[in-house]
Each structure stands twice: as structure tokens, then as C-alpha cells.
């Protein structure tokens, strides 16, 4: 349950607010992913990265940043958000995408982020 | 790219029944097929996994089935409990080594 921490749990925010939210994992891996989980789109993958490198977005609007600084952290920069994208963010890590046995994602336990 | 279909959206069952959830696939490449359990407010979590060269594979009460021609896969919990009550959702990852999630199948199991 602690291999994959998220901060904040609880977030927030007005339309003008900047916040960032944060990702760690403590398992040695080296691909990391952002996810949206709302009720119409269950889970939107958003961001990838492998080896501190992006490999994926999957058409973010620029309100979302991300940033992943090495391979045990990750943010995700808002700002400038709408209503709409009041939902639970999730982070998740795999230890090497495309190597058999190591495809598993860990999810974090996701930052409820909801935008006045 | 890959798209992944799952049904039922909705399965309400009586304790001790089994439960059935299914999910289709497009992306031949695709072979490594997970299935994650998330119940009301935790994180998803990995509950059974299947790889392409593999038709079943069973853990307790779990159980997933793969027809590759047919492209789909199915998760089975037989003797359901009011623990199993979450969401199960299916991921497909193929090719791009990035997962392709389904919609989700919420589980209600009723003692």
C-alpha cells in the first residue's frame, strides 16, 4: 500500500489557482503514468514516462503540466483549471513497459482534485 | 490504436453466485491482458493477470480466459462474496507497451 504515495489526498481549487500534485514511488521502477478517473471516462491515460523521459501524452490540454524530475518522482502542474476537470488523479508506476513479466501497473491511492 | 470493450457496465449478483465480466480487444499485438479490482474510494489494484501464449489461468476464486482468435477475454469469480463488491476493470496492453484500459464493471454482490 505505500509503494506508490500521492500528495495532496484532497485538493481544492478556484479557476485562477495554480497547484501542483505530487507522485512518489518506492519501488524501483522506471515508467510512471498520470490517469484522470471521473465518472463519464473511467481511466484517461494522460501522461507517460519512461526513464524520466515522456513517451505519451494523450492530448492534455496545457492547464496540465507534468514534470518527472527522476524515476521515483512525479508532478503534475495545474493551472488555469475548469470545473471539468475536477476528478481523481492517479499516478501509477511499472518497473519497464514492454518487458514481459514487468508490465503491471501500481497505482497510487489518487488525489481527489475538484475545481470551483 | 487499441480499443478495448467491456461488459457488463452493471452486475448485481447474490453471494455464492459466480460473476461473469468480459472484454474485447483489436490490436492483434496485443499480449498481456490484466484485470484490476477497485473497490469504493482505494487505488485499482492488480487481482489476476493473462499473457498471450496462455488460454487460463485461475488463482482461488479467480479466474481469466483468453481467446486470442476471437480477440476477447473474460474475468470469472466463482463463490461471490460481499467483499468482491467493487470495480473490476480489463487493460489490454499491446504494441505501444501502454495499457488500454476498459470502462469498468461495477460489481454488486448482495448477501
Known amino acids: 500500500e505505500t509503494g506508490v504515495t500521492q500528495t495532496p489526498r484532497h485538493l481544492v481549487m478556484g479557476m485562477t489557482n495554480k497547484k501542483s500534485l505530487k507522485c512518489e514511488q518506492h519501488l524501483g521502477h522506471n515508467a510512471m503514468y498520470w490517469y484522470k478517473q471521473s465518472a463519464k471516462k473511467p481511466l484517461e491515460l494522460m501522461f507517460v514516462y519512461n526513464f524520466k523521459e515522456q513517451t505519451e501524452n494523450n492530448s492534455v490540454p496545457s492547464r496540465f503540466s507534468p514534470e518527472c524530475p527522476n524515476s521515483s518522482h512525479l508532478f503534475l502542474h495545474l493551472h488555469t483549471l475548469q470545473p471539468e476537470d475536477s476528478a481523481l488523479y492517479l499516478c501509477?508506476?511499472?518497473?519497464?513497459?514492454?518487458?514481459?513479466?514487468?508490465?503491471?501497473?501500481?497505482f497510487g491511492p489518487g488525489t481527489r482534485l475538484t475545481v470551483l | 490504436g487499441e480499443n478495448v470493450e467491456q461488459h457488463p457496465s452493471t452486475l448485481s449478483v447474490q453471494e455464492g453466485d459466480s460473476a461473469v465480466i468480459k472484454c474485447t480487444y483489436s490490436d492483434s499485438a496485443s499480449n498481456y491482458f490484466p484485470w484490476y479490482k477497485q473497490e469504493l474510494g482505494k487505488r485499482p489494484q492488480l487481482i489476476i493477470d493473462?499473457?498471450?501464449?496462455?488460454g487460463e489461468k485461475k488463482d482461488q476464486r479467480i479466474a481469466v480466459t483468453l481467446n486470442k482468435t476471437a480477440k476477447h477475454f473474460s474475468l470469472h469469480i466463482t463463490e461471490t462474496q460481499p467483499e468482491d463488491s467493487a470495480v473490476y476493470f480489463c487493460?489490454?496492453?499491446?504494441?505501444?507497451?501502454?495499457?488500454?484500459f476498459g470502462r469498468g464493471t461495477s460489481l454488486i454482490v448482495h448477501p
Open positions: 501509477a508506476s511499472s518497473q519497464d513497459p514492454g518487458l514481459a513479466g514487468t508490465d503491471t501497473q501500481y
Open positions: 493473462i499473457r498471450s501464449n496462455v
Open positions: 487493460a489490454s496492453t499491446g504494441g505501444s507497451y501502454i495499457p488500454t
